[in-house]
């Protein structure tokens, strides 16, 4: 029999995001324009708060919040090690020190009973990662910063994964001071590349119009967007900061209004996937499965993040490997960035953070996306089983 081949996470889109594209290549109006505007409006009221700003990036949106607030050079950030580097890299961007905390035991999210004792008078802000889509608890790290009589620290949600998932039964997007969204094309609602900010206070920290300075500074710090720049007579403008460059484009926006259009229907496909997987790998005395829902609080089903009791690094990657073999893609959410070459160079030891290391090595992530069909689920689990069934038979001998 030949294989199926099952990629990692392709998009899903359809033909009315290629329609909704041609219409804005068809308008004269490409970059930041009327489309960027509804997506804005629409996120916001998606994600239950009161603002958005679209950017080019979840990156360059954690960034814009950095530099906007102020936070750089002498500052401290306190993350995680647990996550993609551009959470951290973008405090080293600032000219910020990144503070990492272990995350809890047998968790992939940051261990908030240890936030306190990382917090020192440096300390600007708390960036915590939903890894997977699985919100922090949020109202918790609330309390960590109250009790020790800091609530001046900035709470910025690095929610790249977690659009759609729910929190205590409200949509994230509206709980810590800034929630930063990514629309890659690998991620649930995709933009093909792009990134959202949502926030309710749009005067944070004293700000005038928190909305509009975000907006100028995506700009290059330009007094006048594109669209106002363009109208005839109107060439004057500003420049009123060292802004970044990194505003979305009406072509990523018309995807966008189409993705949320059409984006509660993609998360039940994706729950579907992750039920498939749980009831086969379920039944395995060696496989420890995700956060879906505990309450009111629900995953957006991101990723599966599948660990495998007992297994070595090398094992997990022999199952890759295997896996590989058979035209099955699959993925590790993620090395540690005490691991990588840039943040040992800058004196981080990945023995400080036993925890980190212990998710990350043995776990595997499986396809999950919300064209995969729940045939294509089963086939990945049903195979994944005898691999790592496989290799424990192996070790045994």
């Known amino acids: 029999m030949t294989n199926k081949k099952i990629p990692f996470s392709p998009p899903d889109v359809t033909g009315a995001e290629i329609d909704?594209?041609?219409?804005?290549?068809?308008?004269?109006?490409?970059?930041?324009?009327?489309?960027?505007?509804?997506?804005?409006?629409?996120?916001?009221?998606?994600?239950e708060t009161n603002h958005a700003v679209a950017v080019a990036s979840a990156t360059a949106g954690m960034e814009l919040v950095l530099k906007t607030l102020g936070i750089g050079e002498g500052d401290e950030v306190i993350t995680t090690p647990y996550t993609y580097a551009s959470t951290a890299n973008v405090i080293l961007h600032r000219g910020a020190k990144p503070v990492f905390v272990d995350?809890?035991?047998?968790?992939?999210?940051?261990?908030?009973?240890?936030?306190?004792?990382?917090?020192?008078?440096?300390?600007k802000a708390i960036m915590t990662v939903d890894?997977?889509?699985?919100?922090?608890?949020?109202?918790?790290?609330?309390?960590?910063?109250?009790?020790?009589?800091?609530?001046?620290?900035?709470?910025?949600?690095?929610?790249?994964?977690?659009?759609?998932?729910?929190?205590?039964?409200?949509?994230?997007?509206?709980?810590?001071?800034?929630?930063?969204?990514?629309?890659?094309?690998?991620?649930?609602?995709?933009?093909?590349e792009g990134g959202g900010i949502t926030y309710n206070d749009n005067h944070f920290h004293n700000k005038e119009d928190l909305y509009k300075e975000l907006k100028y500074s995506s700009v290059n710090g330009q007094s006048k967007d594109a669209l106002t720049k363009m109208q005839a007579g109107a060439w004057e403008y500003d420049i009123i900061?060292?802004?970044?460059?990194?505003?979305?484009?009406?072509?990523?926006a018309a995807i966008g209004?189409?993705?949320?259009?059409?984006?509660?229907?993609?998360?039940?496909?994706?729950?579907?996937?992750?039920?498939?997987?749980?009831?086969?790998?379920?039944?395995?005395?060696?496989?420890?499965?995700?956060?879906?829902?505990?309450?009111?609080?629900?995953?957006?089903?991101?990723?599966?993040?599948?660990?495998?009791?007992?297994?070595?690094?090398?094992?997990?990657?022999?199952?890759?490997?295997?896996?590989?073999?058979?035209d099955i893609a699959t993925n590790v959410h993620y090395k540690p960035l005490p691991m990588f070459t840039l943040y040992k160079s800058l004196g981080y030891n990945m023995e400080d953070y036993p925890n980190a290391y212990a998710q990350y090595a043995?776990?595997?992530?499986?396809?999950?996306?919300?064209?995969?069909?729940?045939?294509?689920?089963?086939?990945v689990a049903n195979e994944l089983v005898k691999c790592v069934e496989k290799v424990l038979a192996a070790k045994a001998q």
């Open 241 to 252: 900061t060292d802004g970044l460059k990194c505003n979305m484009t009406d072509i990523s």
């Open 131 to 192: 890894v997977a889509g699985v919100p922090v608890d949020y109202d918790a790290v609330r309390e960590v910063i109250k009790t020790k009589g800091r609530e001046d620290i900035v709470l910025i949600s690095d929610s790249a994964h977690s659009i759609g998932a729910t929190y205590k039964g409200k949509k994230v997007g509206g709980q810590m001071d800034f929630h930063v969204f990514s629309y890659h094309a690998v991620k649930n609602l995709t933009t093909a």
């Open 20 to 47: 909704a594209v041609i219409e804005v290549m068809k308008s004269g109006w490409l970059t930041s324009g009327p489309r960027v505007a509804k997506f804005e409006e629409n996120t916001a009221k998606y994600c």
């Open 257 to 326: 209004l189409v993705q949320l259009e059409r984006y509660e229907e993609m998360l039940e496909k994706r729950k579907a996937i992750v039920e498939t997987y749980n009831r086969i790998l379920g039944e395995k005395e060696w496989a420890i499965l995700p956060f879906s829902k505990e309450g009111d609080t629900e995953t957006s089903y991101h990723l599966y993040l599948l660990r495998i009791k007992n297994f070595r690094e090398e094992q997990r990657n022999l199952v890759i490997q295997m896996l590989a073999e058979m």
């Open 103 to 123: 995350v809890k035991k047998d968790d992939f999210l940051i261990d908030i009973e240890k936030l306190g004792e990382a917090i020192t008078p440096r300390t």
């Open 362 to 379: 043995n776990e595997i992530t499986l396809p999950l996306y919300s064209i995969l069909t729940l045939e294509d689920a089963e086939y």
